[in-house]
């Protein structure tokens, strides 16, 4: 079995097929880097005494806006404690009071259900245990290895990836009798992104590229609370400050959110990051303020990585106000799978943020994005092994000594990577950012297009690589451009209003015109 991508998707693939099969992990950065690393805000699980799956799913499906897939839904928050114990068993600490698991409240969670293990630092408590756990079981790492083709036999079915060998410039491939997908996000498509470099979405388009069904690419969340000072990155400030009683004001010390909606800062997150735009707009300034005041006494305890970053840029969130504004953040859409994690594509398996499961409907409930990796990684390479137990296990190539593997040379005609790269991002955040409407969609397209057209045929990898998150862009702008309403994420200022005719999600597929699925949700 093949698992693409090292984030906590992947590293619960890798963990779980590990003791009844041989697994290769690739990945196309460190085995460490990736989006997990930087979850700050938790994963959610109905464990405390007050709290049920039953008030899980209520608050789950409340955020999605009328798209969540029940049914995935439901296995999601009745397998949530079990999986949370798993991580225990594996070395995971989450934080704990008197020899219990603590939990804290974020937006739109009617209960505190939100476990963290070291403060804010719970991606990176999870992924360290994780990959601790992986070097102990001797799974197979190929590190900087970036996958470009999924490899079929004549009857479509996926049997193998291709994929480049950053350090040697070589083409390698690796037959698999099952691949998992869990190769990430895609916030680098926009100038502004709480997401590390490698989360450019290519792992979407590999699928897309296949075959596979791709759902819900409008669906784009921009946190609302992100850094948002000259010379710093857009560091993520989590949901839990406010959880915790930050108050959120403009640049006269006023709050604004409760004109919004009654519950203010505990709002959901496509209301409050759609409310800070629009003063933001209104009044012309870079950021809006997050006043941590009513936490001062316990502001670094709670939050250590967060305060030692903001005082690297001459904050004290003990008694400064933090500059904040949207960023992109998380990508609800992706490569549509069933319950089961499988695709569209025979022998191909999805999980994680890549993925387009149904839980999130058209806004994610905050912290429930870690949990979905750990569920539905367990679904997926359960499947897998059922599915596919006769079929021989992976084999990788070895350069020198086999014939798959080839020395990739560089073109001439590679474009210019680093423009285009930043002309992508640019044209994005400016036409498909927070706020979308049909003439920015449309510039949108024409300039994708035009960057993968200037990639096709290009062998160098950035340009490959490029062109691979030139082709996942394309697809969220196609998405944005059907449909035409606002709902949950995507805000569309020329449709402001929700409509019932759009009470489904959105699928395409290379090979076949788009529709709209209204199976995959409940009825309304």
Partial sequence: ??????????LVAALTAAPRARVAVITKAALDEGCSRYAQGGIAAAVAADDS???HFADTV????????ERAVRLLVDEAPRRIRELVEWGVGFDTQDGMLMVGREAAHSRPRILHARGDGTGLAIETALIDRLHALHVDVYERHHATRLLQDANGRCTGIECIDADTNRS????????????????????????????????????????????????VQFH????????????LISEAVRGEGAHVVNAQGKRFLFQADERGELAPRDVVAQAIWHELQRTGEPAVYLDCAPLRDRAALRFPSIHRTCLQFGIDMSRDRIPIAPAAHYLIGGVQTDLDGSTSVDGLYACGEVVSSGV????????NSLLESVV???????????????????????????????TRTDNDTTPDVAALTDRLRSTMWEHVGLVRDAAGLATAAATVDEIIQKCDGAERLDA????????????????????????????????PESDERWLGTWVMQKDRGPHLDRHTVAAH
């Fill in 1 to 10: 079995m093949v698992v693409i991508g090292s984030g906590i998707a992947g």
């Fill in 53 to 55: 799956p039953d008030l």
């Fill in 62 to 69: 409340a955020a999605g806006r009328g798209l969540c897939d």
């Fill in 172 to 219: 390698r491939r690796f037959s698999a009798n099952a691949i998992i997908l869990a190769s990430g996000g895609a916030g680098r498509l926009w100038r502004y992104t709480t997401n590390p470099e490698p989360a450019t979405g290519d792992g979407i388009a590999l699928a897309w590229e296949a075959g596979a069904d791709v759902a819900g690419m409008e669906f």
């Fill in 224 to 235: 609302p609370t992100a850094l948002a000072l000259d010379g710093a990155p857009r560091f």
């Fill in 360 to 367: 999130h409907g058209a806004n994610r409930l905050a912290s």
């Fill in 376 to 406: 539905f990684a367990h679904r997926a390479v359960a499947a897998a092994l059922h599915r596919n137990a006769e079929r021989r296990a992976p084999v990788a190539a070895t350069p020198g000594n086999n014939p798959t593997t080839t």
């Fill in 464 to 495: 490959v690589a490029l062109r691979a998150a030139a082709r996942t862009a394309s697809l969220v702008v196609a998405a944005a451009a059907a449909r035409t309403e606002s709902r949950g994420a995507h805000l569309r200022s020329d449709f």
